[in-house]
């Protein structure tokens, strides 16, 4: 997502847009929201067992001891990503292309996909995160 979003920005200045102004500034802000959390989410989130994942835990540690990251940060970064949410949402709509006469199934699209992911997270905030089962307190 975040490599298509970044082609599409090159694009359009190679189309003539320009790079300057309101809806630009929405789209780039909401792209590095999404980069920051994408970033701190695979060194502060991520798990498992992959070889590389040992180069990544020594990362991991280099930021919690000399940059103060760590888990917590990484959560909050991830919230962000709601605000970050609306942003695109606003430059999507506000974007040429979600003229819903000229492009109806886009625009839908692009509004339905916003709905559903803030309906995702609004969904698991009220619910809060499900304790595993393996992880339970005992009664």
Same mark, same amino acid.
């Given at each position: 997502m975040l490599a298509a979003a970044l082609a599409?920005? &090159?694009l359009k200045a190679a189309a003539g847009f320009e790079l300057a102004g309101t809806q630009p500034a929405l789209g780039l802000a909401a792209w590095l929201v999404f980069a920051l959390a994408a970033v701190m989410a =695979? +060194? &502060? +989130?991520?798990?498992?067992s992959l070889p590389f994942l040992d180069r990544l835990r020594a990362l991991r540690s280099w930021a919690e001891k000399? +940059? @103060?990251l760590g888990y917590k940060s990484a959560r909050a970064t991830h919230n962000l990503t709601v605000a970050a949410g609306l942003v695109l949402m606003a430059h999507v709509l506000l974007? $040429? $292309? $979600?003229d819903f006469r000229s492009n109806p199934v886009g625009s839908a699209w692009l509004v339905a996909w916003m =709905?559903?992911?803030? @309906?995702?997270y609004l969904r698991y905030r009220l619910r809060g995160r499900k304790t595993p089962a393996a992880r339970a307190p005992a009664a």
């Open positions: 599409h920005r &090159f =695979l +060194l &502060f +989130l991520a798990n498992g000399k +940059l @103060g974007a $040429s $292309s $979600s =709905l559903i992911s803030q @309906g995702l």
